[in-house]
């Protein structure tokens, strides 16, 4: 089970590439080294099950969660390319995908977010951050947001599950976001909600979610 990750949210101007670098090397290249090591022995074996912690947004990238979601991407583009070669010896791969997930991780992820320096982007880049995104995902993740164990639970039955799927989404919650970038291959419809929802109807989205 592949379970280490960084996080990082903030305007892209705000954002160092070292801390950036650092970012894939754990959430991305942590995952490749492990493989790496397993995957030989398990081919030999002509078994095995890497389970992978993944996230939704490695299906669809969340606004100021640019960095973040591209380690993501990373690693479903990774997998979805492995997994083919992966069964051939019997080898099954799983990636989890859950949403928000209320631990100290995510606390102190906002916590610093709500301390930075914002100097580095224009004023009203910045405003919208900590105006509109910090206070946006605090209420998605008051109610939307999955405790560890209830994680962990789902990651257990996709170990035990005697066909392993490749992709499991721990809340039903994000079936529609999935759902609207496959509807839509050019891309506009998934673009489209998440700008009204982010500039327009804010103020409806926050009350929905209470």
Do not use: W
Not at 27 to 55: A, C, Q, T, W
Not at 88 to 115: D, H, W
Not at 155 to 182: C, D, G, S, W
């Amino acid at each position: 089970v592949s379970n280490a990750g960084v996080g990082m949210a903030g305007p892209l101007e705000c954002q160092s590439l070292a801390a950036m670098q650092s970012l894939m090397d754990t959430n991305f290249f942590g995952l490749v080294r492990l493989v790496k090591e397993v995957l030989p022995d398990m081919k030999r074996r002509r078994g095995g099950h890497i389970v992978v912690i993944s996230s939704i947004m490695g299906l669809q990238g969340i606004v100021f969660n640019d960095i973040y979601s591209a380690s993501k991407f990373a690693v479903e583009g990774f997998c979805e390319s492995l997994v083919v070669q992966a069964l051939r010896f019997n080898v099954a791969i799983s990636l989890v995908e859950p949403g928000p997930v209320m631990t100290e991780f995510e606390t102190k992820l906002y916590e610093e977010a709500e301390r930075a320096d914002y100097s580095r982007t224009d004023p009203e880049t910045a405003e919208i951050f900590t105006k509109l995104y910090l206070r946006n995902s605090k209420d998605v993740f008051t109610s939307l947001g999955q405790t560890p164990e209830d994680i962990a639970e789902h990651t257990l039955r996709v170990i035990e599950a005697p066909r392993p799927p490749f992709r499991h989404q721990t809340n039903v919650a994000y079936t529609p976001m999935a759902a609207l970038k496959h509807a839509d291959p050019s891309g506009a419809l998934i673009t489209d909600a998440f700008y009204k929802l982010v500039f327009k109807y804010d103020t409806v989205l926050r009350f929905g979610l209470r």
